[in-house]
């Protein structure tokens, strides 16, 4: 639903300015500077030159701050995370957007915003798109069927 939101040419026309990030379970701060940096036109500044984190985060405030953006940090995995990099988006009222998707309630809870939690699906649509994405729009050979029909049910 993000990724379709985040490649939506109407919406990419409403921000100076789009970041995909996906925040890996292995999160690195200085990672995910350089992929803002790389997003905001920033990087090739940067390049080369022994920058510290600080003056990293403070010229990607300094950007951001009059610029209208959209930022996706996709499967943050523990609250901890957004906690510091929160401090680099600028809350200008300028109809700048955050979205973050995580797995984890915490994440959710401790940004205080608003949620949304999509519908599990039912296990027709499971089993659906479990062929879909592991057959390539194939059908499932007969002797995984079984085995295959166990893993949709556990992970509606």
């Known amino acids: 639903l993000i990724k379709k939101i985040y490649n939506n040419n109407e919406v990419k026309k ?27 036109g920033l990087f090739e500044s940067t390049k080369g030159k022994d920058i510290s984190e600080d003056d990293q985060k403070s010229k990607i405030q300094k950007f951001l701050e009059k610029k209208k953006y ?11 995370v957004w906690a510091e ?14 979205l973050i998707t995580s797995r984890n309630d915490g994440v959710a809870n401790y940004t205080g ?22 057959f390539k729009g194939g059908e499932c050979p007969s002797v995984l069927e079984s085995i295959g029909r166990l893993m949709t049910e556990k992970c509606r």
């Open 85 to 98: 990099v929160e401090c680099l988006f600028p809350d200008n009222n300028n109809g700048s957007a955050i």
């Open 113 to 134: 915003s608003k949620s949304y939690y999509p519908p599990l699906l039912d296990k027709d649509e499971s089993w659906k798109l479990f062929c879909k994405k592991v």
């Open 14 to 40: 409403l921000f100076s300015y789009c970041v995909w990030i996906t925040v890996s379970k292995d999160y690195k701060a200085t990672e995910l500077l350089q992929i803002l940096l790389k997003g905001c």
């Open 70 to 80: 959209l930022i996706v940090l996709d499967d943050i995995g523990e609250p901890e």
